[in-house]
């Protein structure tokens, strides 16, 4: 099975402007995640979806949004650009088995700098 | 929210000797840990994971530990070769489907040859 892909993988952009990022998760694979990579904050968890509809929000502000198709494949959109949303976005898909804990496999990113 | 934190941030150790990573987390409601393994400039790969009824788990050379009574796990790797060394992530999550990965800092894992 292919991975994980993310488009594009480098992105620059100044402040001010808004940014789409792309996920295609594995063939199968219903849910995507996405999570924030900075040196200083780590991995952080943006936002979930599956089948269409955010089941779950991490704590960014509203300026990040995201949503999914009915193939799965999942965008994530940054309005209003800051600095400080320099980071390597990552997406991670799994496919959740009913009610339990679930592996999620992660794409290589897109590095987005903000300048 | 989900709190985990992950020491040490920088472990080095002799190439062939064993590495510990130890991790604690604060909801007593997170089910599934993982761990991850980041080389540089790539994508964070699961190496094990572990789910909360069970209490330890080995894949090789690699072992995770769960104490759920003091809500910390930890991750065992014996014989450390070269390309061992990375960055080390543990997560915690409630699992049943819609829970995002709580991740800790991370450690920077060194093999000295």
């Known amino acids: 099975k292919a991975g994980v892909t993310q488009t594009p993988r480098y992105l620059i952009k100044t402040r001010g402007q808004q940014v789409t990022l792309s996920c295609s998760p594995i063939?199968?694979?219903?849910?995507v995640s996405w999570y924030q990579q900075t040196p200083g904050q780590g991995l952080q968890f943006l936002f979930e979806?599956?089948?269409?509809?955010?089941?779950n929000k991490g704590n960014f502000p509203g300026r990040f949004s995201g949503r999914q198709f009915s193939n799965s494949r999942s965008e994530m959109n940054v309005s209003t650009l800051e600095l400080g949303d320099s980071a390597l976005y990552l997406c991670?898909?799994?496919?959740?088995?009913?009610?339990?804990?679930?592996?999620?496999?992660f794409g290589p990113g897109t590095r987005l700098t903000v300048l | 929210g989900e709190n985990v934190e992950q020491h040490p941030s920088t472990l080095s150790v002799q190439e062939g000797d064993s590495a510990v990573i130890k991790c604690t987390y604060s909801?007593?409601?997170?089910?599934?840990f993982p761990w991850y393994k980041q080389e540089l400039g790539k994508r964070p790969q699961l190496i094990i994971d572990?789910?909360?009824?069970?209490g330890e788990k080995k894949d090789q050379r690699i072992a995770v530990t769960l104490n759920k009574t003091a809500k910390h796990f930890s991750l065992h790797i014996t014989e450390t070769q070269p390309e061992d060394s990375a960055v080390y992530f543990c997560?915690?999550?409630?699992?049943?489907?819609?829970?995002?990965?709580?991740f800790g800092k991370g450690t920077h894992l060194i093999i000295q040859p």
């Open positions: 991670a898909s799994s496919s959740p088995p009913a009610g339990g804990p679930y592996e999620q496999f």
């Open positions: 063939s199968g694979h219903r849910s």
């Open positions: 979806y599956f089948s269409e509809t955010q089941r």
């Open positions: 909801d007593s409601a997170s089910n599934y």
């Open positions: 572990i789910r909360s009824n069970v």
């Open positions: 997560a915690a999550s409630r699992g049943g489907g819609a829970d995002g990965l709580t």
